[in-house]
């Protein structure tokens, strides 16, 4: 009997209608595996993923091997992202054994949960072959089969661990970091390694914060290079904006098609930011349209953002996307048809399957003459209205409240320098002002859809879908970016409320996630037992929940004066400072993090009764230093500490700048804040 027809994951209903006998993530299908006396065969993926949904094709859509797997084992599907815990104790345990991981993952335990076999994606005569096998092994060699698994449990442990090296995260660290980046660096197609490429989201933004403390250029060219190309190649979406989650290749032109919100949303922040610091127009344009996707594609109404859009589309992966010459012709006519071919890297060989090309940006048009580009987006408007009549990637519409902080969090920061660069005589200013306005609302909706509905009895729930939460408890990753999420509405805003939500998310993870030496883990103490307690401190596709807690203790202390909480991030970054300097690629959030804690942060308040339009404000934002918060209104406002006992210096608005809670005398110039903040 199938048990996911009630599931609230769309990677659970996908299975809904499988041969095999399915359980969730439950206690009563471990002990269902003890009454039997079989293993667990537990399945992990998530909905947009393109081989899970091979897998499932070949095998747990085939009546034989469902079969096989209900005779000998209690079979268990995970979604990934709803159980981040268990995928994380299970995916450390398949990287123990096999030294790669991915997914779908697919697990092997004991009716205790102790994984004694891993893998990941099997052909289905591979499939068969290993359910034959491990159901032998299992009757005739148990003794055998248990040792291993207390020797992976054992591995896995020490892997997870807490209690190690601590050191402060110092500036030499941090450029350490910096430099082990520029070495592995590829110089000819940006980015860090080869095939498969991987946006490295975080890596860049940690990059532009070193750039603006110590005026590196290099480090500044390496964001500079890689945001061109990956915006310019077929990792992003050149029709309707946003990016696929990576690049088969290791030159950004071929991408694996799901879009994922996390990956947007840190994009959204480096795009921004390089535009903030440069005024670069092909920033400008990207953040623009990312932000622009996150508002049409992924934000429900009265809702949040969705997870993803799927790599396939009615089981063929990148149908939607891809290109023919031909086909440009005959939506364009064959003047545009030849100008868009030429324009996209459209060929008749194809960069793709079966003669299709996926569209990329082979010309350099940001800079063109005015006509060019013109045409260029009558080009991609009238290529995207024929593109919308195809059918269309499905929607993995749970709302996950990590993913949504890291967007709110993007999308308040690209709001703040629209408002600053945006310029009223620009040629796309009125499309600009839309964006604006659609990813505002989208924004607010999210934040107050975690608010009332994420929000349980004061702790924090992972996922919901359709307004209605699910029971999955958050882990550490969502309270950090759920909670910087609300100190980022706080300074846009300067409302109170979300400043006081921030801080009781924080308080929960410091009495529940803290570890013994400064640390945290991944889990609640009262949460769900697994094997091991998780507690990785490294950031691989969305920051560490580490990362995440010690970004959001960081902007909340800025912004109350509270040092406790200054005083707790500074001990959890220095579990991570031993490993910065030396795995660079994989503590890119850390490093960010370090960079505002080395500058101070800054924490900027305006005294002004125009908190959008003062020329203080503008330059406060124009020029904040790394991880700097700034916030604006009238003294005294209610709710908001930093302009509490801060008056306007003969009735002039009022910039005070202080650093690490020590302040300046304030200023009532752009001239003399400028000043400050250099």
């Known amino acids: 009997m199938n048990r996911l027809a009630d599931a609230t994951s769309p990677y659970l209903l996908q299975h809904a209608d499988n041969p095999v006998d399915w359980w969730p993530w439950c206690d009563e299908a471990f002990a269902e595996a003890k009454r039997r006396d079989v293993p667990v065969l537990i399945s992990v993926g998530y909905a947009a993923c393109h081989w899970c949904h091979v897998m499932a094709h070949e095998s747990f859509e085939n009546e034989a091997v469902a079969r096989l797997m209900?005779?000998?084992?209690?079979?268990?599907?995970?979604?990934?992202?709803?159980?981040?815990?268990?995928d994380a104790v299970y995916?450390?345990?398949?990287?123990?054994?096999?030294?790669?991981?991915?997914?779908?993952?697919?697990?092997?335990?004991?009716?205790?949960?102790t994984p004694f076999f891993c893998g990941t994606y099997f052909p289905r005569a591979n499939f068969i072959r290993l359910l034959g096998s491990v159901a032998t092994a299992w009757r005739d060699q148990?003794?055998?089969?248990?040792?291993q698994g207390a020797a992976v449990v054992e591995a896995i442990g020490g892997a997870q661990a807490v209690g190690g090296l601590t050191a402060p995260l110092t500036a030499e660290l941090l450029d350490a970091a910096a430099?082990?980046?520029?070495?592995?660096?590829?110089?000819?197609?940006?980015?860090?390694?080869?095939?498969?490429?991987?946006?490295?989201?975080?890596?860049?933004?940690?990059?532009?914060?070193?750039?603006?403390?110590?005026?590196?250029?290099?480090?500044?060219?390496?964001?500079?290079?890689?945001?061109?190309?990956?915006?310019?190649?077929?990792?992003?979406?050149?029709?309707?904006?946003?990016?696929?989650?990576?690049?088969?290749?290791?030159?950004?032109?071929?991408?694996?098609?799901?879009?994922?919100?996390?990956?947007?949303?840190?994009?959204?922040?480096?795009?921004?930011?390089?535009?903030r610091l440069t005024g670069d127009r092909l920033a400008r344009r990207v953040a623009r349209d990312t932000a622009r996707f996150l508002a049409d594609e992924l934000h429900r109404a009265g809702e949040g953002f969705a997870s993803a859009l799927d790599a396939d589309t009615e089981g063929v992966e990148g149908r939607t996307y891809v290109w023919t010459p031909a086909q440009l012709v005959e939506v364009l006519g064959e003047e545009d048809g030849r100008f868009a071919a030429d324009l996209f890297g459209v060929t008749e060989q194809g960069t793709f399957e079966h003669g299709t090309s996926v569209l990329r940006l082979a010309r350099d048009v940001?800079?063109?003459?005015?006509?060019?580009?013109?045409?260029?987006?009558?080009?991609?408007?009238?290529?995207?209205?024929?593109?919308?009549?195809?059918?269309?990637?499905?929607?993995?519409?749970?709302?996950?409240?990590?993913w949504n902080g890291l967007a709110i969090t993007a999308i308040a920061e690209f709001q703040q320098v629209a408002a600053l660069l945006a310029a009223p005589g620009d040629e796309d200013a009125n499309l600009m002002e839309g964006v604006t306005i659609v990813a505002d609302g989208a924004m607010r909706d999210a934040a107050e859809h975690l608010a009332a509905v994420h929000v349980v009895d004061g702790r924090l729930r992972r996922v919901s879908r359709d307004k209605v939460v699910g029971e999955p408890a958050g882990v550490l990753e969502d309270y950090g970016c759920v909670a910087e999420a609300f100190c980022a509405m706080h300074q846009l805003t300067g409302e109170g409320r979300w400043l006081v939500l921030a801080g009781q998310l924080l308080d929960v993870a410091l009495a529940r996630f803290a570890a013994p030496?400064?640390?945290?883990?991944?889990?609640?103490?009262?949460?769900?037992?697994?094997?091991?307690?998780?507690?990785?401190?490294?950031?691989?596709?969305?920051?560490?929940?580490?990362s995440a807690i010690v970004a959001a203790l960081v902007a909340y202390a800025a912004l109350?004066?509270?040092?406790?909480?200054?005083?707790?991030?500074?001990?959890?970054?220095?579990?991570?400072?031993?490993?910065?300097?030396?795995?660079a690629r994989f503590t890119g959030y850390a490093a960010t993090v370090g960079e505002?804690?080395?500058?101070?942060?800054?924490?900027?308040?305006?005294?002004?009764?125009?908190?959008?339009?003062?020329?203080?404000?503008?330059?406060?934002?124009?020029?904040?230093?790394?991880?700097?918060?700034?916030?604006?209104?009238?003294?005294?406002?209610?709710?908001?500490?930093?302009?509490?006992?801060?008056?306007?210096?003969?009735?002039?608005?009022?910039?005070?700048?202080?650093?690490?809670f020590v302040c300046d005398r304030p200023v009532t110039t752009v001239e003399d804040l400028v000043a400050r903040l250099s």
């Open 91 to 113: 995916m450390t345990a398949t990287q123990a054994m096999t030294g790669q991981g991915g997914w779908p993952m697919t697990v092997f335990a004991t009716p205790d949960g």
């Open 179 to 275: 430099d082990q980046l520029a070495t592995e660096y590829d110089e000819t197609n940006g980015g860090f390694g080869g095939a498969p490429k991987f946006p490295p989201h975080m890596n860049l933004l940690f990059l532009l914060r070193h750039h603006q403390r110590t005026g590196s250029p290099r480090s500044l060219e390496i964001v500079r290079h890689t945001c061109e190309a990956m915006a310019r190649g077929g990792l992003h979406d050149q029709l309707a904006g946003g990016f696929a989650r990576y690049s088969v290749d290791g030159h950004w032109t071929v991408p694996h098609f799901e879009k994922m919100l996390y990956d947007n949303a840190l994009l959204l922040r480096v795009y921004t930011q390089l535009w």
């Open 366 to 402: 940001d800079d063109a003459d005015p006509s060019v580009r013109q045409r260029w987006q009558e080009v991609v408007g009238r290529l995207l209205a024929a593109r919308d009549t195809r059918p269309q990637p499905a929607r993995d519409d749970k709302v996950v409240a990590a």
């Open 596 to 660: 505002a804690l080395l500058s101070g942060p800054y924490e900027i308040a305006v005294v002004t009764d125009d908190p959008v339009g003062d020329p203080l404000v503008a330059a406060a934002l124009r020029h904040a230093p790394p991880g700097a918060v700034v916030v604006a209104g009238a003294a005294d406002q209610p709710g908001v500490p930093l302009l509490a006992d801060r008056p306007a210096l003969d009735g002039r608005p009022t910039a005070y700048v202080c650093r690490g």
């Open 142 to 147: 148990r003794e055998a089969v248990l040792r």
């Open 517 to 546: 030496d400064g640390g945290f883990y991944d889990t609640a103490d009262d949460a769900e037992r697994l094997v091991t307690r998780p507690a990785d401190p490294t950031d691989n596709a969305t920051p560490a929940g580490r």
């Open 70 to 86: 209900n005779d000998d084992f209690v079979c268990v599907k995970v979604d990934r992202e709803e159980r981040p815990d268990v």
């Open 560 to 583: 109350t004066g509270e040092t406790r909480y200054r005083e707790a991030a500074d001990a959890a970054l220095s579990t991570v400072a031993p490993i910065v300097g030396r795995h």
